[in-house]
């Protein structure tokens, strides 16, 4: 099998500091000055890549943040050359400064922030130390989106963690209104839903201060489209407590490239007045063999039902009440398609 090798980008300061790679931007056959240029933070995370594909299949220019230089070729593996040489460029930032930020946004429509760091050491990665970091680049980001984006516009991906650790007994349904507990989450050292709570919460304050259009997307387990999951050590953080979010009937997964397709869409739809928190997910895992599939596929035996569960028939077992909806982002992409103004 022939290697193509992918051309090294071209290295360019910015600000004298930062350093920007900087792909064949002519490569695409569209007027760049006719595209808007929308901002990914973290373009060589799984979900960051999946939603850098879809906005340049949409026909937008996509500038691509990293926090380090050796990260470029994450960026190549994970979008292939094809779509690599589509970008406008990929701009190397400090996540936590300011004019970093700034300059990476500045002349941007919109900026996508999908992480704060990427974190590759599954749950002993995300710790309490983590927890201040995500809500404090949260702030930055959102503090950069007003000072120099074209447009103050921000899709900011956050978890359905930040809605569903209330308490340990969930009454009622969960939707885009509830949030989760911050005093719960630290009580039961859940770190990534408090990261995720607290940065979603300083993200709104930040906004409504600033003046920045913004919108949350809460996804559920990222999986990838076929098992193995090749990106297994994302899930583990998710996953703690996950036993409870299984009896609890709110353990939702939900595939990569359809939430990548999901913060598009509702990008596209702010034209149209969507606004708020959407949650975005597939399904919900309601039966145990469902759970066992899902062990199985990410390596993780036991992790969900114990090592001695009993195995159940399946004239036996019960299918788990789901408690946890999705219906405004069902409703936002149903009016998307009919182009029609909605109210959220």
Same mark, same amino acid.
């Given at each position: 099998m022939?290697e ?5 980008p071209?290295l ?9 790679c ?7 056959s569209f007027n760049?000055?006719?595209k808007?240029l929308?901002c ?8 960051g890549s999946f939603i850098v594909k879809e906005?340049?299949?949409h026909g937008?220019?996509?500038r691509?943040t990293?926090q380090?230089p ?7 593996d994970?979008?292939g050359?094809?779509?690599l040489?589509l970008l ?6 400090k996540m936590e400064?300011l004019q970093?930020l700034?300059d ?5 429509h919109?900026?996508f922030h999908?992480s704060s760091?990427?974190d590759?050491?599954?749950?002993s990665?995300?710790?309490e130390?983590?927890?201040?970091l995500?809500t404090?680049v949260?702030r930055?980001?959102?503090?950069a989106?007003a000072?120099a ?6 899709v900011f991906?956050?978890s359905?963690?930040a809605?569903i ?10 939707d885009?209104?509830?949030r989760s *507990? !911050? %005093?719960f ?8 839903a408090?990261g $995720?709570?607290k @940065?979603?919460?300083?993200?709104w304050?930040k906004?409504?201060e ?9 996804p ?15 899930s583990?953080p998710?996953?703690?407590g996950?036993?409870?979010m299984?009896?609890q009937?709110c353990?939702?997964i939900a595939e ?13 739809g702010m ?7 959407y949650l975005?997910?597939?399904g919900?895992?309601r039966?145990?063999?469902?759970a066992?599939?899902?062990?199985k596929?990410?390596k993780?035996?036991?992790?969900l ?5 009993v195995v159940? *028939? !399946? %004239?036996?077992?019960?299918e788990?009440?789901?408690k946890i909806?999705?219906? $405004?982002?069902? @409703?936002?992409l ?6 029609l103004?909605?109210?959220?």
């Amino acid at each position: 099998m022939e290697e193509i090798e992918v051309p090294k980008p071209i290295l360019m300061p910015i600000s004298g500091k930062e350093q920007k790679c900087v792909g064949n931007i002519f490569s695409c056959s569209f007027n760049a000055r006719e595209k808007k240029l929308i901002c990914v933070t973290s373009g060589n995370s799984y979900l960051g890549s999946f939603i850098v594909k879809e906005l340049l299949a949409h026909g937008y220019l996509v500038r691509v943040t990293i926090q380090h230089p050796a990260e470029f070729e994450d960026v190549k593996d994970l979008l292939g050359e094809e779509d690599l040489n589509l970008l406008e460029s990929v701009v190397v930032t400090k996540m936590e400064k300011l004019q970093s930020l700034c300059d990476a946004f500045r002349g941007c429509h919109a900026v996508f922030h999908t992480s704060s760091f990427i974190d590759p050491h599954g749950i002993s990665g995300y710790s309490e130390q983590k927890v201040f970091l995500e809500t404090e680049v949260a702030r930055t980001v959102m503090e950069a989106c007003a000072k120099a984006a074209y447009i103050k516009r921000c899709v900011f991906t956050t978890s359905l963690l930040a809605s569903i650790w209330r308490n340990e007994n969930i009454d009622g349904i969960i939707d885009d209104s509830c949030r989760s *507990s !911050e %005093e719960f989450c630290r009580e039961k050292k859940l770190w990534l839903a408090l990261g $995720k709570t607290k @940065a979603e919460k300083v993200a709104w304050m930040k906004a409504k201060e600033l003046k920045v259009n913004l919108v949350t997307v809460c996804p559920g387990l990222l999986m990838a489209p076929t098992f193995p999951n090749p990106h297994i050590q994302t899930s583990i953080p998710y996953l703690k407590g996950g036993q409870m979010m299984l009896q609890q009937g709110c353990l939702a997964i939900a595939e990569v490239e359809k939430v990548a397709k999901a913060h598009v869409s509702v990008y596209e739809g702010m034209n149209y007045g969507a606004s708020g928190r959407y949650l975005c997910f597939d399904g919900v895992v309601r039966r145990q063999q469902e759970a066992i599939e899902l062990e199985k596929g990410l390596k993780m035996t036991g992790f969900l039902l114990g090592e001695r569960h009993v195995v159940l *028939s !399946e %004239e036996d077992e019960e299918e788990i009440p789901i408690k946890i909806r999705n219906s $405004k982002l069902a @409703a936002l992409l149903n009016k998307i398609n009919q182009r029609l103004p909605c109210k959220t």
